[in-house]
């Protein structure tokens, strides 16, 4: 058996599991290494924790990975560090030294499972920590020369509130308030500029500095109307990028993934076509049926890693 243990490492968390071991394989997780130089101690917990050793280990690194390439930055998971003189394959291969490795961005993951399932054209969008994105066209993953594709979260939108820094340093972009921490952030700035409607909504009570993602997850899925407000005005920067795609490349199908879209749930889907619908032209393309949520987030993350494993058994650095 060709047993892969596959690894989701996010801006938050790392995730783990071996698919192989059965269809409700146990996934464990625990804090993301807060710098490279933690990730061999974290790997190395990891492998303790697989009772015993895997033919190959996948990882979904969170930032832009090439072929042939070095890696550039990961700002969700190790803000203002530059990597290009990380060799994150030889950290893997002095903790792993027997295994195949592929190393695939986390973004990619999501993709080589909807690709298993025979999905062809079509773009994941990654809500978590930060925002990435992966287009495929005509079941090939688009991202140009250089893997420098797949970043719509570090797209300048004009309407994004300039205040909000996004991870990577930058303003303006779109992952510094359609993120889940991009939300929180949003949701910290519209509670100060509204303290009567923050007071009498769901998420009143706290300090706004102190308000996170989750809670604000909770309170749209409870029908707190100040906190739909907030997601519906937080996610247009996100909207007109994937109005842009569709225009731009055809793209008709948006699959969301990550921890804020599933904790969010249904009103995500509802909010994005109606912002995306503003924001081009009317082709007679259906909104109402472009955006979903994918569910079992992480489960879905190493299924595809698992599969990109099973698929290239080489040692592999890849887009
Ligand atoms: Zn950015």
């Known amino acids: 058996m060709y047993d892969v243990l596959a690894i989701n490492l996010g801006g938050t968390s790392i995730k783990w599991g071996c698919p192989a071991r059965g269809a ?5 997780t625990m804090p993301s290494p807060k710098s490279p130089a933690e990730l061999t101690a974290v790997l190395t917990r990891i492998r303790s ?15 832009p990975i090439a072929a042939g390439t070095t890696l550039s930055q990961a700002p969700t998971l190790w803000p203002g560090v530059d990597l290009h003189r990380f060799d994150l394959l030889a950290t893997l291969r002095s903790v792993f030294p027997d295994a195949g490795l592929h190393v695939i961005n986390d973004v990619s993951a999501y993709g080589a499972f909807l690709l298993a399932r025979g999905l062809r054209d079509f773009c994941v969008l990654n809500i978590g920590s930060g925002i990435g994105s992966k287009i495929y066209v005509e079941g090939a993953e688009v991202n140009g020369p250089r893997g420098r594709g797949g970043e719509i979260g570090h797209w300048r939108d004009a309407g994004a509130p300039a205040d909000l820094r996004c991870d990577c340093g930058g303003t303006g972009h779109v992952g510094a308030v359609s ?29 706004p500095i102190d308000l996170t993602a989750e809670e604000v997850a909770a309170a749209v899925r409870a029908g707190d109307g100040f906190a739909l407000d907030i997601l519906a005005e937080a996610m247009l920067p996100l909207a007109r990028a994937t109005a842009l795609l569709h225009v731009a490349l055809g ?9 804020f879209a599933e904790a969010v749930g249904d009103a995500l889907p509802r909010l994005l076509a109606r912002g995306a619908a503003a924001h081009c032209w009317d082709s007679g393309h259906d909104w109402g049926q472009a955006f979903e949520v994918l569910r079992d987030e ?3 993350s190493l299924l595809g890693l698992h599969h990109h494993a099973l698929t290239r058994r080489d040692l592999t650095l890849c887009a």
């Open 49 to 63: 924790d697989v009772a015993r050793p895997a033919s190959a280990v996948a990882l979904g690194f969170p930032g």
């Open 298 to 300: 992480v489960r879905t």
């Open 24 to 28: 409700d394989f146990p996934i464990a």
């Open 179 to 207: 993120s889940g921490r991009g939300v929180q952030r949003f949701a910290a700035l519209r509670a100060s500029q509204a303290p009567e409607r923050f007071r009498a909504s769901l998420l009143g009570g706290r300090r």
């Open 251 to 259: 793209c008709e199908r948006y699959v969301l993934v990550g921890g």
